[in-house]
């Protein structure tokens, strides 16, 4: 878990578990700041889960922002200023993993 902490630092990414819809709004705030976020909606139920993606999707496009699929529910939005390289999927994508593979998400 430390070892992606500390690439999502490396990278000024904030990571977020949603559960409800409601906090899209802290989702969109960050945006706002010029971060980008990893939007986790693992065991969000399909109709909420597409409801919040469309909702940071259309945040993240009026300000010339991207969503981009990382793994299955697991998205990351960027504001126009933050461009996503393929090293940078790769390493967070690899981080994400290994934080799976070797905690309570087993």
């Known amino acids: 878990l430390t070892n992606y902490e500390d690439d999502l630092t490396q990278y000024n990414v904030t990571n977020r578990l949603i559960n409800y819809y409601d906090e899209t709004k802290e989702i969109i705030d960050t945006l706002l700041q010029g ?3 990893i939007v986790n909606l693992e065991g969000v139920k399909l109709d909420l889960a597409q409801r919040i993606v469309d909702t940071v999707y259309g945040a993240s496009y009026s300000i010339g922002g991207k969503l981009q699929k ?3 529910y697991i998205y990351i939005v960027t504001p126009s200023n933050v461009d996503l390289s393929g ?3 790769d390493a967070i994508s690899s981080s994400y993993n290994n934080m799976r593979s ?3 998400y087993k």
């Open 70 to 72: 990382i793994t299955g």
């Open 102 to 104: 070797t905690s309570m």
């Open 35 to 37: 971060k980008a976020v």
């Open 87 to 89: 090293d940078f999927h």
